[in-house]
């Protein structure tokens, strides 16, 4: 059963991510007291009362010419196109603004189930405002407070009392990309490109994209959901609040995803942060695919001289495949997916335990392990033990004795071996019981 859809829609700093959070149970947008910091639409899956829905966040809508509205006003049609119901939020301190009716014009075309949230009712000032609202000319109106939580049992059950409960289902089993890079090397650009809409606002101002965005598409008949994050600055150049969120949201997508997509600016050429930003996707266990972007931007390198230069820059991840196109024209977009379904193979496979035992017992003995105090490391059994990504476990005489150098030979002979491109690999040595 496909999920019924909510959207949050109000003219700016009227608390609708403050209500977006409250609702969704946690903070996932941006809450700043500025207008225009949540910019695109933010989706979360949500459930109340046994009632499953996708919940959207979106920008404020303002008349007024500031950057981004045009942009934020187009994304906000867009949410109240997909929505089945609509949660208006109005600002019971203010009482009704030009914006409002700017608004209201807005959903009363969508023909949409509109409910009116007025915020803010928190005092007797606030209270007298709210019939100023009814001139809005809406069937539902209920007052709340999002910071100090009244009203909201009411609001829940006016926006879900058409949805039907559902019955739980088993863990998503569709592919989740997180498209991760440092700010203005193309993110948008290529979630664009994947997903054929314009879902994300694309500007060149770096850090447009300042929250994460869940969309879904298919590719030859499957789905996958595709995550674009935040543009990860370096942490010491993290001065904004709005970017300390960024980043930590960041590292949140990249926990969700199964498969990261590092972009890196061929524009600008490699960046040490863009060393870091893969670091973050293999610390966490996940499939890596680099996508070299603004490929058609670069004059005097051949694909081979800049693919032996990735490969000097990341030694950390040879085993990452890389893809060069252009977000922005769709040149070369088409080589993006298969290398993706590779990997999604790859980040799950499953290796038989005797062919298992058979590489990692000739690699074994086609190069001993080097002995330290006449002492020398023995293997005994190995067997795989997890995937996402792939795990094995070594049993051993004692594991103190296994060098880095060693294992690295170990994870090398399993990739040479084992279809394995695109993700890390996890080698686990434990001691046989009875052994020191």
Not at 151 to 178: H, N, W
Not at 198 to 208: D, F, H, L, Q, Y
């Amino acid at each position: 059963m496909v999920k019924n859809v909510v959207a949050i829609v109000g003219r700016p700093n009227v608390g609708k991510s403050t209500l977006f959070n409250k609702i969704a149970g946690g903070k996932i947008s941006i809450i700043e007291d500025t207008p225009g910091v949540t910019r695109d639409r933010i989706y979360q899956e949500v459930s109340y009362q046994n009632k499953k829905f996708l919940l959207i966040d979106t920008g404020g809508i303002d008349q007024e010419k500031m950057d981004f509205n045009e942009e934020i006003k187009m994304q906000a049609e867009i949410a109240i196109k997909e929505a089945d119901v609509v949660i208006f939020v109005v600002d019971g301190k203010e009482g009704c603004t030009q914006n409002d009716f700017v608004v209201r014009d807005i959903l009363r075309k969508s023909g949409k189930k509109v409910v009116v949230a007025i915020n803010k009712v928190d005092n007797k000032e606030s209270e007298k405002h709210q019939y100023d609202f009814y001139e809005l000319g809406f069937s539902d109106y209920i007052p709340i407070s999002a910071i100090h939580n009244t009203g909201y049992i009411e609001l829940m059950d006016a926006v879900t009392s058409s949805f039907k409960e559902q019955e739980e289902k088993e863990e998503d089993p569709r592919i989740k990309l997180c498209i991760i890079g440092r700010p203005n090397v193309g993110k948008s650009s290529l979630t664009n490109a994947l997903l054929n809409e314009e879902r994300v606002v694309v500007s060149p101002i770096a850090g447009t994209t300042r929250d994460s965005v869940d969309s879904v598409f298919k590719y030859h008949g499957e789905e996958y959901v595709l995550i674009d994050t935040a543009g990860m600055r370096k942490k010491g150049k993290v001065f904004e609040n709005v970017e300390k969120y960024s980043l930590l949201r960041s590292m949140r997508a990249i926990d969700r995803s199964d498969i990261c997509l590092v972009v890196i600016n061929a524009e600008e050429g490699i960046k040490e942060h863009d060393k870091h930003i893969a670091g973050y996707a293999i610390e966490k266990g996940k499939g890596l695919i680099f996508v070299v972007n603004k490929w058609d931007t670069v004059k005097d390198t051949t694909l081979k001289d800049y693919q032996n230069l990735m490969r000097a820059e990341f030694q950390f991840a040879t085993y990452a495949p890389i893809v060069y196109l252009s977000a922005l024209t769709k040149k070369r977009i088409h080589t993006l997916m298969p290398e993706v379904i590779k990997v999604a193979e790859n980040i799950k496979r499953e290796i038989k335990t005797s062919i298992l035992n058979q590489v990692v017992m000739d690699a074994y003995q086609l190069n001993l392990p080097p002995s330290y105090k006449a002492k020398r490391l023995k293997i005994y059994f190995t067997s795989q033990t997890g995937i996402k990504p792939p795990k094995f476990t070594f049993r051993v005489n004692n594991k103190g004795l296994v060098h880095f150098s060693y294992q690295r030979y170990l994870e090398n002979k399993l990739r040479e071996n084992f279809e394995l491109e695109g993700t890390p690999i996890i080698l686990q040595f434990k001691n046989r019981k009875g052994d020191e």
